[in-house]
């Protein structure tokens, strides 16, 4: 990656998402690709507590500091196919038929794979995620429809104790 300032850092983003969904016990099911996903983001959150001295006749603000900290995810799926069928209304799967609502817990480890042609590509690995639907699956549209998902990331210090969120790696430049 070059350093900043440079026009290589521009990234058009592009690149392939997959989910391993955990199965009741916690464990792993394997990673899936989920198609096409035309938005995939990842949000930093911060809490933070402030302090205003009262030694005056005006509050004045003495000092902030962090209480928490964590990684919001938000992606959208537009394949309809029966896996991502399931992860929207968070069912369980019989050969063809979903049983909606059959599950209430949605975690997982997600992967983006960047393919972009423009910009620096990376590699995002979130161990433990907390996903849930957020928006209604349309089955009448005029429009393409979209499936979204927002989610926590959880911390996994007992199974990454040097990365307990996850990584960003670079893995090549368009």
């Known amino acids: 990656m070059a350093t900043a300032p440079s026009t290589t850092n ?3 983003g592009k690149g392939i998402l997959k989910f391993d969904r955990f199965d009741s016990d916690g464990l792993p099911t ?19 507590l402030e302090h205003f001295s ?18 919001t995810v938000k992606f959208t799926l537009d ?9 929207a209304m968070m069912a369980s799967e019989a050969a063809d038929v979903l049983t909606l609502l059959a599950s ?17 590509k990376f590699l995002v690995r979130l161990w433990k995620v907390s996903l849930k639907p957020t928006s209604e699956i ?12 927002e ?20 893995i090549g430049e368009s």
């Open 10 to 12: 521009y990234v058009l």
């Open 30 to 48: 394997g990673l899936r690709d989920l198609g096409n996903a035309p938005n995939f983001t990842i949000q930093p959150t911060v809490e933070t």
């Open 54 to 71: 009262s030694r005056e006749g005006i509050k004045k603000k003495d000092k902030t500091v962090i209480v928490s900290a964590g990684l």
């Open 79 to 87: 394949e309809y196919d029966r896996k991502n069928l399931a992860l």
């Open 104 to 120: 209430t817990t949605l975690e997982g480890e997600l992967e983006f794979t960047g393919a972009n042609e423009v910009g620096p």
């Open 138 to 149: 349309p089955f009448i549209t005029d429009d393409w429809g979209k499936i979204e998902f």
């Open 151 to 170: 989610g926590e990331v959880m911390s996994d210090l007992t199974g990454h104790p040097t990365s307990p969120y996850g990584t960003i790696t670079e």
